[in-house]
């Protein structure tokens, strides 16, 4: 789309009066002079403008061997490169860049003003900090170019299939136990016919790194390509996970980032308990309720990648959840329930469940002083209560 400004409409309209008024060679001299301008100008600028590209290159060397597979984490920085190249044979003095992603990102970013010489290229470098996990594409670039008498704009827009993949934070955790059902651990060790390596829990094709002995010969030579076995561990600690994204409401006192922190120290929950080979199951109170088993890491990249896709929008009673999904576990094994907020419900929700001899661990931001007369009421039962921001290292 092309643009005259406006200055040069009113500077033509007035010569042109300033001519018909006056006459003489000066007067219409100056008229037709501004019209050649304005002429070459409109020949010009469609000509430069197909000329210039935009395209993003991700500065490796900064950010590292994680990053160049676009793997990052909440509060990691990213440095992208937004190059300009100018493939005309003349210079062009005013080129506008703005990028749709670094609007969203970088605070009080108005776009960058450069000029570029015949067949140069410029690099825009920008340090960009991702506060909330998700899929972050480049977005659109918008390229306005300008002539040298700057009297006509022209605008086109690039967009860009790049994106970065930002994945929840994983803290270290400390100052956090969980209680086991110790009878259940003790059955699982008396079991003496089963071997762990008879089990097979699933099959999946060879990765680099796989240990040899997993290979699953006779699948592998009927498909013609190498597959290993997933094996089922037989040990007895398991960790049962509620969690609650429950849609974020004006009224709430809870925030994104909030979530953002709850879901981070989920993950890094599961992540420690995998280190430590403890089994868990996660059960998720979102829009569509989601249930996994994360026995290695495998099914924690899955959980990851859930996690990326989806953000708070669970609707309904999150006490009525907790309670379903305490008592179809076989067992009273540890159950850790995660929530931003705590409503009466749940606070009576859980305190019935312990009753009944179920162990359960409560995380929660604990952000008002209303919630905090119910963590009270609760460790009254000896219902451990942890806030989120207080088991983690840093």
Known sequence: ??????????????SFVFAKVFGGNLPYGIFYTIIVIGILALIYIPISIKNIDVLFKVDDEKNGEWNKKGLLCVGDRFIANLVVENNNFLSIPYIKINNSMFSKIIKNYNGDLIYLKSGERYWLKKE????KRGIYDFGTTIIKVNDWFNIIMIKKEKKHVENVIIYPKIYNISNFTVEFNNRLESLSKRIINVKERDI??????YRVGDNVKNIHWKLSAKQNRLYVKNYEKMAGKKVNIIVNMEK????HTYNEKDEELMIDITSSLINDFLKKEIKSKINIKNFQNKSLNIYNYDDFQGLLEYFL?????????????VEKNIKNEMNKSSNIVVTMCISEELKNVLINMTNLGYSITLLHCN????????????????????????????
């Open 248 to 251: 974020i409401r004006d009224c």
């Open 309 to 321: 896709r989806n953000y708070s929008n669970g609707e309904g009673e999150f006490g009525r959840f």
């Open 367 to 394: 952000k008002n002083l209303y919630e905090n007369k119910f963590i009270k009421e609760l460790e009254n039962f000896n219902i451990k209560c942890f806030n989120l921001k207080h088991i983690i290292i840093n």
């Open 1 to 14: 789309m092309i643009k005259f400004k406006k200055k040069y409409l009113i500077f033509l309209i007035i």
């Open 200 to 205: 097979v829990r699933d099959v999946r094709e």
């Open 128 to 131: 960009m900090l991702f506060q």
